[in-house]
Structure formats: C-alpha cells, structure tokens
C-alpha cells in the first residue's frame, strides 16, 4: 500500500508560477514511477506529466511542454510538479500517482493516487 499526499495549490494569476508537491509513504519510493493528472468537473483525468523510477526521464503531455517540469527526489519520497506560465485553462484539480511500470500515460497504469490539490488561474 502507498499513501501520497498533494499539496501546494492555491490561487495564482495568469502568467505565474506554483509548485505542487507530492510525498508518499508506505513503500520504497524509488521502486515506482510517478505521474501528474488533473481533472475538471465532468471530464475524464488528463495526463500530464510522468517521471521514471530513477528520475532519469519525463515525459509530458503537448499542453503543458515547455511550462511545466516533473521531479522526482527519491530521498525525501517526494515527487514534484513545476508549474509555470500558467493559463486560465490550467485550472482544475491536480492528482499525483504511483506506477509500478513507470512513465504511463494512461490514469488505467497508475496503481495509487493522492486526494488532489485544487489550481486556480485567474486572468
């Protein structure tokens, strides 16, 4: 079993930046790769971004490329979203989770996730 916990959201202007992050318990962190998804009301989870077990490689979905950076530390069994030049449309509630394959981008790959973390870009 594996406990993840989000925090770091909040309220920002357009244009700015917030980090999310995400510690987990439970399990040898380094064993696992993680992702980010968000989802609004009424849609299904987006991918967004996704880190190997190592750290080593990312991956992201088009609409965040270039703004938005995944990190992972497996010391602290913390994994990290970077978020930066932040749209209107970037608002929603953020998930992390846990893979077991590493780099999914299917929610379908992920075994574990957090409660969420609520974003929120104002124009």
């Known amino acids: 079993q594996v406990q993840l916990v989000e925090s770091g959201g909040g309220l920002v202007q357009a244009g700015g930046s917030l980090r999310l992050s995400c510690a987990a318990s439970?399990?040898?962190?380094?064993?696992?790769?993680m992702g980010w998804f968000r989802q609004g009301p009424g849609k299904e989870r987006e991918f967004v971004a996704a880190i190997s077990r190592s750290g080593d490689t990312t991956v992201y979905a088009d609409s965040v490329k270039g703004r938005f950076a995944i990190s992972k530390d497996n010391v602290k069994n913390t994994v990290y979203l970077q978020m930066s030049r932040l749209k209107p449309e970037d608002t929603t509630v953020y998930y992390c989770a846990v893979d077991a394959d590493g780099l999914g981008l299917r929610a379908a790959e992920y075994d574990y996730w957090g409660q969420g973390t609520q974003v929120a870009v104002s124009s």
């Open positions: 439970g399990r040898t962190f380094s064993n696992y790769g």
